[in-house]
């Protein structure tokens, strides 16, 4: 099992720095003089929104297909037991 030491714990406040900064804010600290451009970052974010959408799309028509199958398929148990719906309502209602 790996077993980290404390003596192999150094930690620069530069190195602290650099790590803080790529995971909060997603840059390094060299970079951290230009701010990202805002523009750019919508840009991206309309192009991920245009990919969710088709994905959806896809998914939502996967969805409408699976539940027309269900549907046909229960639509055709039903016409092959050869009870209409009153017959059935009728059938229940007697088993009392």
Not at 7 to 13: T, V
Request: net charge negative.
């Amino acid at each position: 099992m790996f077993c980290i030491q404390p003596h192999n714990l150094e930690y620069s406040d530069q190195e602290l720095l650099e790590d803080y900064a790529f995971f909060v804010h997603g840059r390094t600290v060299e970079s951290e003089g230009a701010p990202p451009s805002t523009d750019a970052r919508v840009e991206e974010l309309e192009v991920e929104v245009a990919k969710l959408k088709e994905q959806l799309g896809k998914a939502k028509a996967i969805n409408d297909t699976m539940w027309q199958n269900v549907v046909h398929k229960l639509m055709e148990n039903g016409e092959q037991s050869g009870e209409d719906g009153e017959q059935q309502h009728r059938r229940k209602r007697g088993r009392v």
